[in-house]
């Protein structure tokens, strides 16, 4: 169900680029999650599907996803690539990479940011490893 789900980062690179070499700004560590949110990419052939009432978050439409979500306070549920009608119906398109192997353009419309209770935010790394488990 669930292909992976990570704490929402934010890198910070250095502006001291002189050797080409992009470098993480260890002042900015502090930054590298969001508290309270989770970036989760459900598989392909699981889609969910997302009810709100009165703009309110509901259910994923997935009874083990939404048994987790309900356990930690999820507060709303956002699709972050909405596929529209022409994309739905487009093929991927593929392409050779250096080393000959064969690249497909990923379907990212199956990713979501899932916000929750500010009181549970503490367990945000606990509801990722819940959701990993979905598998």
Same mark, same amino acid.
């Given at each position: 169900m669930v292909c992976a789900a990570l704490p929402m980062a934010v890198m910070a690179q250095s502006t001291n *680029?002189?050797?080409? $070499?992009?470098?993480l700004d260890p002042r900015f560590r502090h930054n590298d999650a969001r508290p309270g949110e989770? %970036?989760? +990419? #459900?598989?392909d052939q699981n889609p969910?599907?997302? +009810? +709100?009432?009165k703009g309110r978050f509901q259910s994923a439409s997935v009874?083990? $996803?939404d048994r987790v979500l309900r356990q930690f306070g999820t507060v709303d549920m956002e699709? %972050? #690539?909405p596929a529209d009608a022409t994309s739905a119906k487009r093929t991927m398109r593929r392409s050779r990479a250096f *080393?000959?192997?064969?690249?497909?353009?990923?379907?990212l419309s199956h990713i979501y940011r899932i916000r929750i209770a500010s009181q549970r935010e503490d367990s945000t790394q606990l509801m990722v490893q819940q959701l990993e488990a979905l598998g």
């Open positions: *680029n002189d050797d080409g $070499v992009v470098k989770v %970036l989760v +990419k #459900f598989k969910v599907t997302i +009810k +709100k009432v009874r083990a $996803v699709q %972050l #690539f *080393n000959g192997k064969e690249v497909v353009e990923q379907d």
